[in-house]
């Protein structure tokens, strides 16, 4: 099993411009999880699934955050548009019973 | 309060000694426990599940405390190998919740 692939592995972007960021679960795990991670404030869930469908969008930061999960292996988060306080490394993690496992992240620098 | 809370550390600790980190979480409701380990520029990777009874692997050792309401991690005889942050998780609902980290530096 190759685990739950992200990509891309960093991405830098201007302010103001609309970043995606992907996640490939591992094949048969029904929750996939989307986390922020910054020396701040360490990790912060923005969202999860089960079954495709969300389940708790609180943690999204705001409007400027979206994800979807159109099938079960397949997910994206979209920021648009994007700011310097969204620097930070996104990490997408799957899990079918017991503990997560995550991806390698993107690390995103918004400049 | 926090949900999770641990103390940042950083623990600088001789290689060969023991040391051991509490995690201490606020809600009663939580049914599920876990110590992750994350090496820097890494992902967090499960280290082990924490049972009621507590649980043995190998130079680690797990307890749980669910009338105080705090979880430890015990590592015997640490490794240079040991050096990263430890993150105490806390399961409710679904929901898995990440302390922020305990940073472990073994010296040789």
């Known amino acids: 099993d190759a685990g739950v692939i992200q990509s891309p592995r960093h991405e830098v972007t201007e302010m103001g411009q609309e970043v995606t960021l992907r996640c490939k679960p591992i094949s048969g795990h029904d929750y996939l999880f989307w986390y922020r991670q910054t020396m701040m404030r360490g990790l912060e869930l923005l969202i999860y699934?089960?079954?495709?469908?969300?389940?708790?969008d609180s943690g999204m930061p705001e409007d400027r955050f979206s994800a979807k999960m159109p099938n079960a292996s397949f997910s994206t988060l979209k920021i648009q548009p994007s700011e310097p306080r969204d620097s930070a490394v996104y990490f997408c993690a799957s899990q079918l019973q017991g503990g997560y496992t995550f991806g390698s992240g993107t690390r995103l620098t918004v400049v | 309060r926090k949900e999770v809370e641990q103390d940042p550390g950083p623990f600088n600790v001789p290689e060969g000694a023991t040391v051991a980190f509490n995690c201490t979480y606020s809600n009663s409701a939580s049914q599920s426990f876990f110590w992750y380990r994350q090496d820097c520029r890494k992902e967090p990777k499960l280290l082990m599940s924490v049972y009621s009874s507590g649980n043995e692997d190998g130079r680690f050792t797990a307890q749980l405390n669910r009338a105080s309401q705090y979880i430890s991690l015990l590592i015997r005889d640490s490794k240079l190998s040991d050096s990263a942050t430890y993150l105490c998780v806390v399961n409710r609902d679904d929901k898995i919740i990440f302390g922020k980290g305990t940073r472990l530096h073994i010296l040789p």
């Open positions: 699934f089960n079954n495709n469908v969300p389940i708790d």
